[in-house]
């Protein structure tokens, strides 16, 4: 029997990989504290020896998911999670859960400026999603990339 994509996200989830190589912080929720979080991800990348396409996409995936939750919930702060899981990298941004819904990426017209944030993702992403936080307040909105090595 194989596995549903579910099960497998809740067995990585679950602590396989190294948990050694997990890094939780928290921010202030506003737009400032964005580029705190992009340099956060690259540099916990970087000394876990990630190449720099995963820096790159982690940078943005991080850099979209939390502008989503300063723009789109009335939280104080937030909290990003980066979990090495061996071959998957997971982003993780939790919000306080004052927020309006579940994140689905929008359809922006040619000349709008925003709505392209969830797709960008999506495209970046072995998978994306959003559970209900653990405390039951709150909403994470995870993002899985493939967890490419710098060559020794």
Do not use: Y
Request: hydrophobic residues 40%.
């Amino acid at each position: 029997m194989v596995p549903s994509p579910d099960a497998l996200r809740r067995e990585r989830r679950d602590g396989v990989g190294d948990p050694g190589r997990r890094d939780v912080f928290r921010l202030p929720a506003l737009s400032a504290s964005v580029a705190d979080a992009r340099g956060r991800i690259r540099a916990r990348l970087r000394e876990w020896g990630a190449g720099a396409e995963l820096r790159d996409d982690a940078s943005l995936v991080v850099t979209e998911l939390f502008t989503n939750a300063v723009r789109h919930t009335d939280s104080e702060k937030i909290t990003c999670v980066l979990h090495d899981c061996g071959s998957v990298v997971r982003v993780e941004v939790t919000d306080q859960g004052r927020g309006t819904g579940v994140p689905a990426p929008g359809v922006a017209g040619a000349d709008e400026e925003g709505g392209r944030g969830l797709l960008l993702v999506s495209v970046l992403s072995l998978a994306w999603g959003s559970d209900p936080a653990e405390d039951g307040a709150g909403r994470v909105v995870w993002a899985e990339l493939a967890a490419h090595r710098a060559p020794h």
